[in-house]
């Protein structure tokens, strides 16, 4: 099983950027797709991006394309996730989690991190 603890979050302004990080532990990280989701209060959890297991392929939601980038680090065990252009509205808790699939993006996940906290005023 897959450990997962994000940091990077913190109080940001419109228009600014930020970089998350998620580090994993466990030996299922470089055969399993990852994904970054945020939730924000009194809204439903919601993938905003997804990255395969060799980082060939991504997802983007549509409020976040052109505007966020994941990457990952198989040798680091570290997935990112840049976030540029930041809006009031991507004030959330951000969650990297690990696809419930071997080798798949399913866009189903199990494994969650503990969250980090993303605000950014207007």
């Known amino acids: 099983q897959v450990q997962l603890v994000e940091s990077g979050g913190k109080l940001a302004q419109a228009g600014d950027s930020l970089r998350l990080s998620c580090e994993a532990s466990?030996?299922?990280?470089?055969?399993?797709?990852m994904g970054w989701l945020r939730q924000a209060p009194g809204k439903e959890r919601e993938e905003v991006a997804a990255?395969?297991?060799?980082?060939?392929?991504?997802y983007y939601a549509d409020s976040v394309k052109g505007r966020f980038f994941i990457s990952r680090d198989n040798a680091k065990k570290t997935v990112y996730l840049q976030m540029n252009s930041l809006r009031p509205e991507d004030t959330a808790v951000y969650y990297c989690?690990?696809?419930?699939?071997?080798?798949?993006?399913?866009?189903?996940?199990?494994?969650w991190g503990q969250g980090t906290q993303v605000t950014v005023s207007s």
């Open positions: 989690a690990v696809d419930r699939r071997y080798l798949l993006m399913s866009h189903e996940y199990a494994n």
């Open positions: 466990g030996r299922s990280f470089s055969t399993s797709a």
């Open positions: 990255i395969g297991w060799a980082g060939g392929s991504t």
